[in-house]
């Protein structure tokens, strides 16, 4: 392994276990809102609230299972056995809630589901830091999330040929079943070709060997933790403030939108004038050919103007979606989500480095959580809240909704003071697509 030089192949092939928990989730946020709503009947608070187990599932699961592989020892590795067992259990129970006769059973099921992907996300994370030097993190962090968009988009591919709707819920567990062998492809793919002890090995002697030339150069003293001024505090508040705030609009849409494509494009026959899967699709493309120009544009306005642009450009396009119904051309609603896809991943390029920012060197852990803490927050309340909205205003509230949140973000970082130092331009394109989940 060569400490200047990324093995792109083995990122690619640890980048499996990112693949298929992305398409799990993908599916999860089309399938699990439908069988709710057209299976069991259930209000859109409630179906909101079962929507975020798994954010509250992850507040206090991912940490003790991100602890617990780095403790253990075996001979395919620290973090293989998680990711071998939780997909392997995830598939059964997944498939199993497809067929559920009742919502209990269904509910069930699903949490064994829900308990059995937490299991392995963390080891999933944790494992390619592992595998990789110090200085090379950075662009493989890169291809991570290239890894779990792929995998994303698989599965809506797979959801414009096999429909689920409504009309279509005996198609559930065909749907089900195509996610589930996709995942495990991706495991065989994962488990046949990922050496995690060896290449885990390799990357820790070239970590020491970097460390142990580092301390021969001369020392630079480690910045000592520090107390936040009052401004530098408002500004980190303000900035929390933003980022729950467009979680809070984005997710909601994410949550419900197969449901609403459902009430709101079908036709008579049952067919739908939007399709849910291809206005997704469109969305995570331009996310993906946004990623590189948005980090050099940063580079040279800053954070926060950047941060600005794409609030505008998500609000903008969740406003005027409210305005398309089923009299309007489809084309229009594709385009507003190719909008909103440059304008989340525009926020997201920026937003937890500004966070971080404010953090020295010895407390960016801390500051981590303080991200994480606000945007799982607003990904709990914001399913239940939106879903409180529709079941007593109707259907028409849904884009508004987000779309007002969204501004909302814009107000608060508007009056953001700190955390906006200009990165410097990165090395190379794929620095450029290191970017927060």
């Known amino acids: 392994m060569n400490t200047n030089k990324l093995n792109v192949k083995r990122t690619i092939l640890v980048g499996f276990a990112f693949f298929l928990i992305s398409a799990f989730w993908q599916s999860y946020d089309k399938t699990v809102p439908l069988i709710l709503k057209y299976r069991f009947g259930m209000d859109e608070w409630l179906s909101g609230f079962i929507m975020s187990l798994d954010n509250i599932f992850a507040v206090f699961m991912l940490p003790i299972f991100g602890a617990l592989s780095d403790k253990i020892s075996t001979r395919y590795g620290r973090r293989t056995p998680f990711i ?29 589901t829900l308990i059995s ?51 279509h819920l005996s198609n559930m567990p065909i749907y089900v079943g195509v996610v589930c062998l996709i995942m495990v492809a ?78 709101t494009f079908t036709l008579a026959d049952g067919t739908q ?71 989340w991943a525009t926020i997201n390029v920026n937003s937890f480095p500004m966070v971080v920012e404010l953090a020295t060197g010895s407390d960016v852990g801390k500051y981590t959580g303080y991200y994480y803490t606000a945007s799982m927050s607003a990904q709990i309340i914001t399913p239940i809240l939106s879903g409180f909205l529709v079941d007593k205003i109707g259907w028409q509230i849904f884009f508004p909704y987000a779309a007002i949140f969204a501004a909302l973000s814009f107000v608060t970082m508007l009056f953001v003071k700190h955390g906006d130092t200009k990165p410097q331009k990165k090395a190379s394109l794929l620095e450029n697509l290191d970017v927060d989940d």
């Not at 493989?140 to 096999?162: E, K, P, Q």
């Not at 469109?282 to 941060?307: E, L």
């Open 84 to 112: 071998l067992l939780g997909t392997v259990l995830a598939v059964v129970f997944y498939i199993l809630s497809s067929f559920a006769p009742s919502l209990w059973f269904f509910i069930l099921l699903l949490l064994f």
């Open 117 to 167: 992907m937490a299991t392995f996300r963390s080891p999933a994370v944790a494992l390619m830091p592992d595998v990789t030097v110090k200085p090379l993190r950075s662009k493989g962090n890169a291809i991570i999330n290239l890894m779990g968009t792929a995998g994303g988009i698989s599965v809506l591919l797979v959801g414009m040929f096999i429909k689920i709707g409504q009309a």
């Open 186 to 263: 991706a495991l065989v793919v994962f488990l046949l070709t990922v050496k995690e002890t060896a290449w885990a090995g390799e990357a820790d002697a070239l970590n020491r060997v970097l460390e142990s030339e580092s301390k021969k150069e001369e020392e630079t003293p480690v910045a000592e933790k520090h107390k936040l001024s009052k401004s530098e505090m408002i500004s980190l508040c303000l900035i929390l403030a933003s980022v729950a705030l467009w979680f809070t609009g984005y997710n909601a849409v994410t949550s419900k939108f197969s449901v609403y494509v459902e009430e």
């Open 273 to 343: 004038k939007v399709s849910y899967d291809l206005a997704l699709t469109i969305a995570q493309v331009a996310a993906i050919i946004t990623y590189i120009p948005v980090g050099v544009i940063a580079s040279r306005i800053g954070r926060k103007k950047s941060i600005l642009a794409g609030i505008i450009m998500l609000s903008a396009a969740f406003g005027f979606a409210s305005l398309i119904d089923l009299n309007t051309p489809p084309v229009p609603m594709y385009l507003l989500f190719a909008l909103a896809g440059i304008g």
